[in-house]
């Protein structure tokens, strides 16, 4: 296992580089994001283990970050302050761009993978907007009327994109839909919705934890895209579960619920290579890798038969050193990075 | 509201949500149920008996282990072909065992492609066994094994265990010692140490006060599994009889500090350990049936406890006794759970003195220590007694509703053994 201190810094969000499978990014705040300054890393994972290439600071604290689709030196972070800045790690210093529209905390920030010349950002003054990294004003603002944790755009289609809030609500949102009063949302799922294909608090197949619900509404804090099967949405938040969703079946609650972690969970990942893996961080100080029964023969039977699948938390991560709370993750080439609230990075 | 002040509203939410599930275990506490946890789903053993007269003096190691494992297999209901791998602690046969014990799988009905091994690391060779499975099925190596020990003292005890040292090994005087007889060595120890007989005494009548509580109680039916049909020569008239073995026959009911005061010493004339406050000479045989936390789902097998970790030691050869003081806060410390966490301690009496001794350097609660009695009052079948203590652990845990147990021994030649578990 590699470690990094991101010394007086506390991790909130880490990508490895589209471009250089030896490059990671840190978006991290002192004092754990309450008060204090930012700061940037951008590490190098070499022989020697990680080192520091660089690294900006901020004047408020950073929560999360994105690598740019086009420009290989170039990252946006999600500031405190409610900016949203474009750093060129070719530059000292100062970002070449910085956008100032939100009016709270900037949580999330993501790039269009396909339509490479726009990103969206999500905050908690309950909105999210999407920009280009050419124009000095938002292209357009969702509002949700909810703290918004986390916002993505799909990686399968350049003008959907999702989001997923305080209100326990899974947003998808076209942007090719007539502007009305419906600010493009084209979908609303419950995240707390139960499973109707089985009767209320129906044991779980194998007693392996999984639930049916019904649950109550809790806190979204992250999502993400499966990069395989373009309809299939993982969730987590306060309520410590992991859910997926096909949104082909908005109806039909969670495809699979996942359970294992202890406190809240702060940020799932679908693993690049894989179409049945994820993984996640929590408060609970773990990084935990799922298998949400997709390829499983058996998982796809009792999925048939009209349960969730079966899934397994392949490992728990003993992060033993994290002493705080896990915070994040980005997955590429097989080796998971994890960002920690202690102030830590691990490649493992 | 200050914006920090917000800020750490917000992320209080995160933190305060109630749990979807009612458990309250803290990250990574041992409690914690992973599916690549390494459970124990059946364990159990046979009664234990007296070596030279009790019922199973005339029944060959080997064909305990298949009256072991046949009844492992029938109570778990497990398909002998998901067993991969069989670990057989065992002390005093010659060649270790491997040959029979391999015959034993197969007339019990593993198939051929169950591998056995057979191992010796002396008293603690049952924990060694069950730890070797716990850790081939964590890593990989197999998916569902089992831990055994077994030991026919009647049969098997005496000097031809031990073969002749060398010149080079005598040389040596720590190597010199490692052949110094347990007794002795003990005896030293104790004498050493300033472990009063009177005290030894009055912790081996609780021993045996404790075993025989149990036993009238009914507390070690759930862990033995009896034979039926043994044949067993009467030593008095040379008799062969048909007898059924159905409980341990070392226990016995009135022993006292005053009536153990009675017994002469054995090895030395001054000395305090006597046959009354050291281990018995025993025959018998116990199996852990073990697998994934995953796997036992899969299969429907009803999960009894958790393998959390284990620890193994050296200490000098001539203090071997000492071996559970070094070994258990080492297994603790792995584990991440502290002393007084544990809820029962099965620390093995080789001899009174030494398992005194450990509690009171541990600083143990001695109500927590052997719950059901020992070595002392129900005998110490040698390779068998690290497989015994996990069935008599969990049964002792279930009874009482507490979760963490800790087993230990010391070792002879120097060393010690502990492992701690959680009772599911």
């Known amino acids: 296992m590699l470690e990094y201190r991101t010394q007086g810094f506390n991790g909130y969000a880490v990508k490895y580089s589209p471009f250089f499978d030896s490059r990671v990014a840190v978006a991290s705040a002192a004092n754990f994001g309450l008060v204090g300054n930012g700061r940037l890393h951008i590490l190098g994972l070499t022989a020697k283990g990680i080192v520091a290439e660089k690294w900006f600071d901020t004047q408020d604290s950073l929560f999360d970050l994105a690598w740019s689709e086009t420009h290989e030196n170039q990252v946006l972070v999600a500031a405190g302050d409610g900016s949203i800045k474009l750093f060129d790690i070719g530059l000292d210093e100062f970002p070449v761009q910085s956008w100032q529209e939100h009016n709270r905390e900037v949580f999330a920030v993501h790039w269009n993978l396909v339509d490479k010349d726009k990103f969206c950002s999500s905050s908690w003054d309950g909105t999210i907007k999407v920009w280009s990294p050419d124009r000095p004003t938002s292209l357009v603002t969702l509002p949700t009327h909810a703290c918004t944790y986390s916002a993505a755009f799909s990686p399968h289609d350049p003008s959907i994109l999702s989001a997923v809030s305080s209100d326990s609500q899974l947003r998808i949102f076209d942007l090719r839909t007539p502007p009305s009063a419906s600010n493009h949302i084209t979908l609303t799922i419950p995240i707390h919705s139960p499973n109707p294909r089985l009767p209320p608090n129906a044991a779980a197949p194998n007693n392996q934890g999984a639930q049916v619900g019904p649950f109550a509404p809790a806190e979204a804090l992250t999502h993400d895209w499966n990069k395989y099967r373009s309809t299939v949405v993982a969730t987590a938040g306060v309520d410590r579960l992991i859910r997926t969703f096909d949104i082909r079946a908005p109806d039909q609650g969670p495809v699979a619920v996942m359970q294992g972690h202890e406190y809240a969970v702060r940020r799932v990942a679908w693993s690049p290579h894989l179409a049945d893996t994820l993984l996640s961080a929590s408060y609970d100080m773990t990084c935990r890798v799922w298998n949400d029964g997709f390829n499983d023969a058996k998982g796809a039977v009792i999925g048939a038969q009209g349960g969730p699948r079966s899934w397994a938390a392949w490992v728990a991560i003993p992060s033993s050193c994290v002493e705080l709370i896990g915070a994040c993750l980005g997955m590429r080439g097989g080796l998971p990075v994890s960002g920690g609230m202690r102030g830590c990075v691990f490649g493992m | ?424």
């Not at chain 2, 029938?74 to 010659?94: F, K, N, Q, T, Y």
């Not at chain 2, 005896?187 to 081996?204: L, N, P, V, Y």
Request: glycine letters at 12%; one cysteine or more; aromatic letters at 4%.
């Open chain 2, 1 to 424: 509201m200050s914006k920090p002040n917000q800020r750490l509203s917000q992320i209080q939410s995160h933190l305060s949500a109630t749990a979807p599930s009612s458990s309250p275990a803290s990250a990574l506490s041992p409690l914690t149920k992973s599916p690549d946890d390494i459970v124990v789903t059946t364990c159990l053993r046979t009664p234990f008996t007296k070596g030279g007269r009790g019922g199973l003096k005339d029944v060959p190691a080997a064909d305990l282990l298949v009256h072991t494992l046949k009844s492992l297999l029938s109570r778990s209901g497990i398909s002998p072909d998901l067993i991969e791998d069989l670990a057989v602690g065992s002390v005093l046969p010659p060649g270790g065992g491997a040959t029979e014990f391999r015959a034993a799988a197969l007339v019990a009905g593993l198939p051929e492609s169950t591998a056995v091994k057979s191992l010796n690391r002396q008293c603690s060779s049952g924990l060694q066994a069950c730890v070797d499975i716990a850790h081939a099925i964590k890593a990989g190596m197999i998916d569902v094994g089992v831990g055994a020990g077994v030991e026919s003292m009647s049969s098997q005890y005496g000097p031809g265990a031990v073969t002749e040292f060398s010149e080079l090994l005598d040389s040596h005087p720590e190597g010199k010692n490692c052949k110094v007889p347990m007794g002795m060595l003990s005896e030293q120890m104790a004498r050493d140490r300033g472990i009063k007989r009177s005290d030894q005494d009055a912790f081996a009548a609780g021993s045996y006060q404790k075993a025989f509580r149990a036993q009238q109680e009914g507390k070690f039916d759930e862990e033995i599994v009896g034979l039926k049909g043994v044949k067993w020569v009467d030593p008095k008239t040379d008799e062969e009889k048909v007898i059924d073995v159905m409980r341990d026959d070392g226990i016995r009911d009135g022993m006292t500090v005053e009536s153990l005061g009675k017994i002469k010493p054995a090895f030395a004339k001054d000395g305090s350990i006597h046959a009354g406050n050291a281990s018995q000479i025993s025959d018998g045989a116990a199996a852990v049936l073990m697998m994934k936390r995953s796997t036992a789902e899969r299969l429907g097998q009803t999960i009894v406890g958790k393998f959390v970790a284990s620890s193994v030691v050296g200490v000098k050869p001539l203090l071997m006794g000492i071996g559970p003081w070094k070994a258990i806060p080492v297994a603790l410390e792995k584990a991440g759970v502290s002393k007084d966490e544990v809820d029962v301690y099965e620390i093995n009496e080789a001899f009174a003195s030494q398992c005194l001794w450990c509690i009171r350097e541990l600083g143990l609660d001695e109500k927590k220590v052997n719950p059901d009695g020992g070595a002392i009052a129900f005998g110490h079948p040698l390779g068998c007694t690290g497989a015994r203590q996990v069935s008599t652990l969990f049964s002792e845990l279930g009874r009482t509703g507490k979760r963490f147990g800790v087993t230990s021994m010391c070792v002879g030649t120097g060393m010690g053994m502990a492992a701690v578990w959680v009772k599911e």
